[in-house]
């Protein structure tokens, strides 16, 4: 069992800027894959980015060059440092952390951001 723990998130204006934290209960090494999901308002689930246990990244299209996912490995904690914000980025924030075999997929609770124009 992986238990997470966001924070973060909050109100800023269009081109701001504001960095998620992720804190896992176990040890990164238990881990193979954190990340970040969204979901807007009416709108379905959509993967941000993720990051491996070698430390791959994967971003969605709609925040390449904007959005950084790192870990630290020492504080069992994934960031995602957000920039250039624009107001369709509004949506709850969901870490999650895939652990075990076979793999399990854990979720945070969510953290509110949002983008005003």
């Known amino acids: 069992q992986v238990q997470l723990v966001e924070s973060g998130g909050g109100l800023v204006q269009d081109g701001g800027s504001l960095r998620l934290s992720c804190a896992a209960s176990?040890?990164?090494?238990?881990?193979?894959?954190m990340g970040w999901y969204r979901q807007a308002p009416g709108k379905q689930r959509e993967s941000v980015a993720y990051i491996t246990s070698s430390g791959s990244t994967n971003y969605a299209d709609s925040v390449k060059g904007r959005f950084t996912i790192s870990r630290a490995d020492a504080k069992n904690t994934v960031y995602l440092q957000m920039n250039s914000l624009k107001p369709e980025d509004t949506a709850v924030y969901y870490c999650?952390?895939?652990?075990?075999?076979?793999?399990?997929?854990?979720w945070g609770q969510g953290t509110q951001v949002t983008v005003s124009s």
């Open positions: 176990a040890s990164m090494t238990s881990i193979t894959v």
């Open positions: 999650h952390a895939d652990a075990g075999i076979p793999a399990a997929r854990y």
